[in-house]
């Protein structure tokens, strides 16, 4: 049964004297409870579940955003990249700039899942570096910046 003890904390291990015993005296050698497996009370830990294929989504989301505006500027820079992006005429060479991106993003998406389904990862971290390549993305598909490029 858990007690109150003077420091406002609980624990397990003081008898009604209020004294605590040594591991030693608690748990004598051979007896007590294997390493890892906890008090009996204590509910056993979770396992947590790979989340490689999320990170790898989130990731290659952003991957592809920066791939846009990388496309974006190089559209602008060299005419002759943006003939070969016009993929429907009268919509010009945004056609072939979204396909590209999406190119760059399914390769990237498979690419990233293959390597990272069957592993726990920082999702905060993902995100971050997600936020990174969507500040990339967003700063080449800027006017004033894309213009900077024009032939």
């Known amino acids: 049964m858990r007690?109150?003890?003077?420091?406002?904390?609980?624990?397990?291990?003081?008898?009604?004297?209020?004294?605590?015993?040594?591991?030693?005296?608690?748990?004598?050698?051979?007896?007590?409870?294997?390493e890892g497996q906890g008090f009996p009370d204590e509910e056993p830990a979770e396992e947590l579940e790979p989340n490689g294929g999320i990170v790898a989504a989130v990731v290659a989301a952003g991957v592809g955003c920066a791939g846009l505006g990388v496309?974006?500027?190089?559209a602008a820079a060299y005419s002759s990249f943006s003939d070969f992006?016009?993929?429907y005429a009268p919509a010009g060479p945004l056609?072939?700039?979204?396909t590209v991106a999406t190119l760059i993003y399914l390769i990237a998406w498979v690419n990233l899942h293959a390597r990272?389904?069957?592993?726990?990862?920082?999702?905060?971290?993902?995100?971050?570096?997600?936020?990174?390549l969507l500040?990339?993305?967003?700063?080449?598909?800027?006017?004033p910046v894309y213009q900077l490029f024009l032939e």
């Open 71 to 74: 496309v974006t500027v190089a």
């Open 3 to 34: 007690s109150r003890g003077t420091d406002g904390n609980f624990f397990d291990d003081r008898p009604l004297g209020g004294q605590r015993f040594p591991d030693s005296q608690r748990f004598p050698e051979g007896q007590g409870f294997p």
């Open 85 to 87: 992006l016009t993929l």
């Open 116 to 132: 990272l389904r069957d592993r726990e990862l920082h999702l905060f971290r993902a995100f971050l570096l997600t936020m990174a």
């Open 95 to 98: 056609t072939g700039k979204v």
């Open 135 to 143: 500040g990339i993305g967003l700063i080449g598909t800027f006017p």
